[in-house]
């Protein structure tokens, strides 16, 4: 099969995509109402352990959004046919950011619980975080954090109301210039300062990446899932499968890089303060996640794309892009919370299920902006 020829896709008329996307939305609505009663009754069970789930499901979802914004970004500056492809997709992603900025509030209102430095009786007495606290501090945290998701909403906003918009190039290099140092300083605030003893120099940039690459894959997998069967819709998917498949794997190539690079610098350093980061996510239970990442973030996918799985079979590519986010989670999980629980793997069943509730609501918000077929039938131009 050539690069510009069309996949096989089953037909839908425009009454069938309207009724599933129906369902679609009932059934989402239906987990979200269930999963935020369930989230409700282990908020009043144990209010520090939904709050430490709460937090790694939140930095998952809005990366999520977060790196659709970067990834519209990158096209908007590069052009590409795998762009036009996925832009539907990612500016609904990128537009639930609003949405996420209010789910930050439980967090917001309950810092002395996930942050030690937001608690007086940690700060006094302890040289580092009394240096740190002019950064480190409720109010300065609480305004940057406003000021990083205010940020990304607007342009999200921008963005889908100038696609059309030739000179809006050169915005862009703006744009992607103040979501990566946002996003830096975002990873540093939400993750991070979570240690606040430890640092690293990688961690910001590694974060940004990991959103890019979620927000990639998720436009790639509602793109094809949920774009509706016309024949427009086909040619277009066949001129960008094999690009959407090479920019999966370029993305899954450059967070492996950089994670590595982190994890080397700091083993040849070999600085007990900066070590025991990987010490506490290495034991305990904590080892066989971070045995899995490399393989599943990684080894897989990148034997599977530098294959061809998806440059010609979309249900591939579906798969592999369902699979990085699925492993993305554990990730993110394995970078937060070994904070609450250093050198001892403390698995709830609160953790997927408070992220199957985050993640119901933010599909049901991706689901709302679907139009009826006849104006999806052109996605992204």
Same mark, same amino acid.
């Given at each position: 099969?050539?690069?510009?020829s069309?996949?096989?896709?089953?037909?839908?008329?425009?009454?069938?995509?309207?009724?599933?996307?129906? $369902?679609?939305?009932?059934?989402?609505?239906?987990?979200?109402?269930?999963?935020?009663?369930?989230?409700?009754?282990?908020?009043?069970?144990d209010?520090?352990?939904? /709050?430490?789930?709460?937090?790694?499901?939140?930095? %998952?979802?809005? #990366? &999520?959004?977060?790196?659709?914004?970067?990834?519209?970004?990158?096209?908007?500056?590069?052009?590409?046919?795998?762009?036009?492809?996925?832009?539907?997709?990612?500016?609904?992603?990128?537009?639930?950011?609003?949405?996420?900025?209010?789910?930050?509030? =439980?967090?917001?209102?309950?810092? !002395?619980?996930?942050?030690?430095?937001?608690? =007086?009786?940690?700060?006094?007495?302890?040289?580092?975080?009394?240096g $740190?606290?002019?950064?480190?501090?409720?109010?300065? %945290?609480?305004?940057?954090?406003?000021?990083? @998701?205010?940020?990304?909403?607007?342009?999200?906003?921008?963005?889908?109301?100038?696609?059309?918009?030739?000179?809006?190039?050169?915005v862009?290099?703006?744009?992607?210039?103040?979501? %990566? /140092?946002?996003?830096?300083?975002?990873?540093?605030?939400?993750? *991070?300062?979570?240690? =606040?003893?430890?640092?690293?120099?990688?961690?910001?940039?590694?974060?940004?990446?990991?959103?890019?690459?979620?927000?990639?894959?998720?436009?790639?997998?509602?793109?094809?899932?949920f774009? !509706?069967?016309?024949?427009?819709?086909?040619?277009?998917?066949?001129?960008?499968?094999?690009?959407?498949?090479?920019?999966?794997?370029?993305?899954? *190539?450059?967070?492996?890089?950089?994670?590595?690079?982190?994890?080397?610098?700091?083993?040849?350093?070999?600085?007990?303060?900066?070590?025991?980061?990987?010490?506490?996510?290495?034991? #305990?239970?904590?080892?066989?996640?971070? /045995?899995a990442?490399?393989?599943?973030?990684?080894?897989?996918? %990148?034997?599977?794309?530098?294959?061809?799985?998806?440059k010609?079979?979309?249900?591939?590519?579906?798969?592999?892009?369902?699979? &990085?986010?699925?492993?993305?989670?554990?990730?993110?999980?394995?970078?937060?919370?070994?904070?609450?629980?250093?050198?001892? @793997?403390?698995?709830? +069943?609160?953790?997927?299920?408070?992220?199957?509730?985050?993640?119901? +609501?933010?599909?049901?918000?991706?689901?709302?902006?679907?139009?009826?077929?006849?104006?999806?039938?052109?996605e #992204?131009?």
């Amino acid at each position: 099969m050539s690069a510009h020829s069309a996949p096989h896709i089953t037909p839908q008329t425009p009454e069938e995509y309207a009724a599933l996307v129906r $369902k679609l939305r009932a059934a989402t609505l239906v987990v979200a109402i269930v999963g935020t009663a369930l989230c409700g009754l282990a908020w009043q069970a144990d209010i520090d352990r939904f /709050l430490q789930a709460y937090l790694v499901a939140w930095i %998952f979802w809005v #990366g &999520i959004s977060a790196g659709s914004l970067g990834v519209l970004l990158v096209h908007r500056l590069t052009g590409g046919v795998w762009g036009v492809a996925i832009s539907r997709s990612a500016e609904r992603a990128a537009a639930i950011l609003p949405l996420l900025a209010v789910l930050f509030i =439980p967090v917001v209102l309950n810092l !002395p619980r996930l942050y030690p430095w937001a608690r =007086p009786d940690v700060v006094n007495g302890d040289v580092v975080l009394e240096g $740190k606290a002019v950064y480190l501090n409720p109010d300065a %945290f609480t305004m940057r954090s406003a000021g990083y @998701l205010i940020l990304w909403s607007l342009l999200a906003l921008l963005l889908r109301g100038v696609r059309r918009w030739q000179l809006f190039g050169n915005v862009s290099g703006l744009g992607l210039a103040a979501y %990566f /140092l946002s996003g830096t300083f975002a990873a540093i605030d939400w993750m *991070m300062s979570l240690e =606040p003893h430890w640092y690293s120099s990688t961690f910001g940039p590694m974060f940004v990446i990991g959103q890019a690459l979620t927000g990639l894959s998720a436009g790639v997998l509602g793109t094809l899932l949920f774009a !509706p069967r016309t024949r427009s819709f086909t040619e277009l998917l066949g001129a960008a499968l094999r690009d959407l498949n090479n920019m999966v794997l370029a993305f899954v *190539m450059l967070w492996a890089y950089i994670a590595f690079t982190q994890y080397l610098i700091i083993y040849y350093g070999n600085l007990s303060e900066e070590a025991v980061w990987y010490v506490e996510r290495t034991h #305990g239970g904590w080892g066989w996640i971070a /045995l899995a990442l490399p393989v599943f973030h990684f080894i897989v996918p %990148f034997l599977a794309l530098v294959n061809g799985a998806g440059k010609f079979d979309p249900r591939a590519l579906a798969w592999i892009t369902a699979g &990085i986010l699925v492993i993305h989670w554990f990730d993110i999980y394995w970078l937060v919370m070994p904070a609450f629980s250093p050198g001892q @793997l403390n698995f709830s +069943w609160l953790d997927p299920a408070v992220a199957v509730t985050l993640g119901a +609501w933010w599909l049901l918000a991706w689901l709302l902006q679907l139009r009826p077929a006849s104006d999806e039938s052109a996605e #992204g131009k």
